[in-house]
Antibody, heavy 119, light 109 residues
Framework: QITLEESGPTLVKPTETLTVTCTVS??????????VDWIRQPPGKALEWLAL???????RYSPSLKSRLTITKDTSKNKVFLTMTNMDPVDTATYYC???????????WGQGTLVTVSS | EIVLTQSPGTLSLSPGERATLSCRAS???????LAWYQHKRGQAPRLLIT???NRATGVPDRFSGSGSGTDFTLTISRLEPEDFAVYYC??????????FGQGTRVEIK
């Protein structure tokens, strides 16, 4: 069974850097074709795709946020990380990670972690 | 960037009724790489449909997807109480950004 669990700070200050972690189980981050996405949802708003990392370390980013995002993984620890710099109150959202296979949309998702940006 | 526009914003229906949700793309979706998700408050989104019309594993057959190019539809043939939720479409073809629609809320009338 594929499971993903997000973790990270619940509150960050404006201009700070956010790092959220996705801990996965039921699959290997090095398995051919496997990817992990990060997606967020501001309160009361729609879902927004942020970034994706594949098994071979190929990375894709939302063009509008690319300058602020870094996605990495630690295969040995079954973790995927998303770093977002220069946080702003508009970045307040629930951050989700999700598993996908090449050519498929995100399938299994985590429950999400709410991050609030406030001074 | 492909913009997805979902309609209606809210659908008020009774259990047992048929729900028809629309997702329109600003340009053709490559290889009909269009997915549908169900999202309930406090839960992880659930994948329903891939490739515009293929039900994901474990999804009841009352859910069906159709369409191609720029116009896509999710149909729920007979609403069950657990189907009242927000539904999102996602285009995942071509290069990023992969984009979601703004959602359709299906509420109990």
């Amino acid at each position: 069974q594929i499971t993903l669990e997000e973790s990270g700070p619940t509150l960050v200050k404006p201009t700070e850097t956010l790092t959220v972690t996705c801990t996965v189980s039921g699959f290997s981050l090095s398995s051919s074709g496997v990817g992990v996405d990060w997606i967020r949802q501001p309160p009361g708003k729609a879902l927004e795709w942020l970034a994706l990392i594949y098994w071979d370390d190929d990375k894709r980013y939302s063009p509008s946020l690319k300058s602020r995002l870094t996605i990495t993984k630690d295969t040995s620890k079954n973790k995927v990380f998303l770093t977002m710099t220069n946080m702003d109150p508009v970045d307040t959202a629930t951050y989700y990670c999700a598993h996908r296979r090449l050519g498929q949309p995100p399938g299994a998702w985590g429950q999400g972690t709410l991050v609030t940006v406030s001074s | 960037e492909i913009v997805l526009t979902q309609s209606p914003g809210t659908l008020s229906l009774s259990p047992g009724e048929r729900a028809t949700l629309s997702c329109r793309a600003s340009q053709s979706v490559k290889t009909n790489y269009l997915a549908w998700y169900q999202h309930k408050r406090g839960q992880a989104p659930r994948l329903l449909i891939t490739g515009a019309s293929n039900r994901a594993t474990g999804v009841p057959d009352r859910f069906s997807g159709s369409g191609s190019g720029t116009d896509f539809t999710l149909t729920i043939s007979r609403l069950e109480p657990e189907d009242f939720a927000v539904y999102y479409c996602l285009q995942y073809g071509g290069l990023p950004p992969w984009t979601f629609g703004q959602g359709t809320r299906v509420e109990i009338k």
